[in-house]
C-alpha cells in the first residue's frame, strides 16, 4: 500500500489508458458498503477522490452513466479540467469525452446543465419501446433492444465510433446489469472511512450471475482514504 501520487502524471499512470478496449467503473462506498449517505455519494467524499474522479474523466473516450444517477446527483456538462483537456489534446484526444447516458424511460430534463451546456451533443442509450421524449431535441437517442437496453450492443456501438476506453459511474442498477452481461474490465473502488449505516444500498444490484474473478492492481491511501483498482484476467 503506498500513497495516493500527488501530481497529474503520477495519478495518470495508476490509471492509465489502456491499448485495448476497457469498460472501467469507478465508485464510491463506505467502509460498511454504504454506496450513499442521504441518498447521493457526496456524503462518502474524502481527500484524494475529486482527483481520481477527474483524472478517470481526463483518460476516458466516453463516459456511462444512468439516468438515474444523472437525476439524482444532479450531473452538470461533462468537461475535464482544463489541465485535463490540455493533456488530452496533446495525445491526439477529442478535448472533451463523449457523455453516455442510459435510460429506458427516457425521463431526462433538456434543461438539465448535462444536457444544455454539453460541449458535445450527449448519447442516449434507450430501447425500442421507449416513449416519447423531448430529449431528442439535445441528445442522439439510440434504441438498442426490444424492451430494455441492450448494454453489449451499445460498448459495440461506442467501440465502432472509436471510443475504446469507457468509464461507467453508476449506478447500482447499471454496474449490475452490466456486470450481468459481462462487460466489466475494471473497478476502481474508493472506500471512505466511514461506517454509514442506514438503508444505503451497495454498489451494484441486479440479476443473479456468476462472481466474477478479479485481480488487485493497487492499493493507495490518503488521510485514512483507500483507493482500490481492481482487473479482470486478460484472457477472460
Same mark, same amino acid.
Given at each position: 500500500?503506498?500513497? %495516493?501520487?500527488?501530481?497529474?502524471?503520477?495519478?495518470i499512470?495508476?490509471?492509465p489508458?489502456?491499448?485495448?478496449?476497457v469498460l472501467?467503473?469507478?465508485?464510491?462506498?463506505?467502509?460498511?458498503?454504504?454506496?450513499?449517505?442521504?441518498?447521493?455519494?457526496a456524503?462518502?467524499?474524502?481527500?484524494?477522490?475529486?482527483?481520481?474522479?477527474?483524472?478517470?474523466r481526463?483518460?476516458?473516450?466516453?463516459?456511462?452513466?444512468?439516468?438515474?444517477?444523472?437525476?439524482?446527483?444532479g450531473?452538470?456538462? %461533462?468537461?475535464?479540467?482544463?489541465?485535463?483537456?490540455?493533456w488530452?489534446?496533446?495525445? /491526439? *484526444?477529442?478535448?472533451?469525452? *463523449?457523455?453516455?447516458i442510459?435510460?429506458?424511460?427516457?425521463d431526462?430534463?433538456?434543461?438539465?446543465?448535462?444536457?444544455?451546456d454539453?460541449p458535445?451533443?450527449?448519447?442516449?442509450?434507450? $430501447?425500442?419501446?421507449?416513449?416519447?421524449?423531448?430529449?431528442?431535441?439535445?441528445?442522439?437517442?439510440?434504441?438498442?433492444g426490444?424492451?430494455e437496453v441492450?448494454?453489449?450492443?451499445?460498448?459495440?456501438l461506442? $467501440?465502432?465510433?472509436?471510443?475504446?476506453q469507457?468509464l461507467?459511474? /453508476?449506478?447500482?442498477?447499471?454496474?449490475?446489469?452490466?456486470?450481468?452481461a459481462?462487460?466489466i474490465?475494471?473497478?476502481c473502488?474508493?472506500?471512505?472511512?466511514?461506517?454509514?449505516? /442506514?438503508?444505503a444500498?451497495?454498489i451494484a $444490484?441486479?440479476?443473479?450471475?456468476?462472481p466474477r474473478?478479479?485481480s488487485?492492481?493497487?492499493?493507495?491511501?490518503?488521510?485514512?482514504?483507500?483507493?482500490?483498482?481492481?482487473a479482470?484476467n486478460? $484472457?477472460?
Open positions: 500500500m503506498t500513497g %495516493l501520487p500527488s501530481g497529474a502524471d503520477g495519478l499512470a495508476r490509471y489508458r489502456s491499448d485495448r478496449p472501467r467503473v469507478n465508485f464510491i462506498a463506505s467502509a460498511d458498503g454504504a454506496v450513499s449517505v442521504d441518498g447521493l455519494s456524503g462518502l467524499q474524502g481527500p484524494g477522490d475529486k482527483e481520481v474522479f477527474d483524472t478517470l481526463t483518460v476516458c473516450d466516453a463516459l456511462i452513466v444512468a439516468a438515474g444517477t444523472v437525476r439524482a446527483e450531473y452538470d456538462a %461533462l468537461r475535464p479540467t482544463a489541465a485535463g483537456r490540455a488530452r489534446l496533446a495525445r /491526439g *484526444l477529442p478535448e472533451f469525452p *463523449l457523455m453516455v442510459v435510460s429506458g424511460s427516457l431526462l430534463d433538456p434543461e438539465q446543465l448535462v444536457f444544455a454539453a458535445i451533443r450527449p448519447i442516449v442509450l434507450t $430501447h425500442r419501446s421507449a416513449p416519447a421524449s423531448p430529449i431528442h431535441e439535445v441528445a442522439e437517442v439510440i434504441a438498442l426490444e424492451d441492450d448494454l453489449a450492443a451499445g460498448v459495440r461506442l $467501440h465502432g465510433r472509436g471510443a475504446t469507457l461507467c459511474e /453508476g449506478g447500482p442498477s447499471l454496474l449490475g446489469a452490466m456486470i450481468a459481462d462487460l474490465d475494471e473497478l473502488l474508493t472506500v471512505a472511512p466511514l461506517l454509514a449505516g /442506514g438503508p444500498g451497495r $444490484h441486479g440479476p443473479p450471475t456468476p474473478r478479479m488487485l492492481c493497487h492499493v493507495l491511501t490518503r488521510a485514512d482514504m483507500l483507493f482500490l483498482r481492481y479482470r486478460q $484472457h477472460r
